[in-house]
């Protein structure tokens, strides 16, 4: 049974960094690095948003352009993690921060097939 388990998240004033995690278990034989990983956000009354991902193999990534360059995904196979480094957080970027795993690197959330429950991140001074 997969499980996709995400913290990191907490309080931090406008401007500060987080670096969010994403460990994953059940993947067997070593699948982990065959799926592409990503994270999503949804903020209260909102939809749920891309926001990066990285492909298995390749570690290609891919960013919401509301992220872009303050954003920074990568994976580490051997711990079967995937992290999210965020800089310069603004008030937006307030939301439950989900992690996925799909086949592939895609914005659509659909094509994920195993979900974490989520971390809060709340920028706010």
């Known amino acids: 049974q997969v499980q996709l388990v995400e913290s990191g998240g907490g309080l931090v004033q406008p401007g500060g960094s987080l670096r969010l995690s994403c460990t994953a278990s059940g993947f067997s034989g070593g699948t982990f690095r065959t799926y592409a990983m990503a994270w999503f956000r949804q903020a209260p009354g909102k939809e749920r948003e891309f926001v990066a991902a990285?492909?298995?193999?390749?570690?290609?990534?891919k960013y919401a352009t509301s992220v872009n360059e303050r954003g920074a995904i990568s994976r580490d196979n051997a711990k079967n993690t995937v992290y999210l480094q965020m800089n310069n957080l603004k008030p937006e970027d307030t939301a439950v921060y989900f992690c996925?795993?799909?086949?592939?690197?895609?914005?659509?959330?659909?094509?994920?097939?195993?979900w974490g429950q989520g971390t809060q991140v709340t920028v706010s001074s």
């Open positions: 996925a795993a799909g086949s592939i690197r895609t914005m659509d959330p659909s094509a994920y097939v195993y």
């Open positions: 990285i492909s298995g193999r390749t570690g290609l990534s």
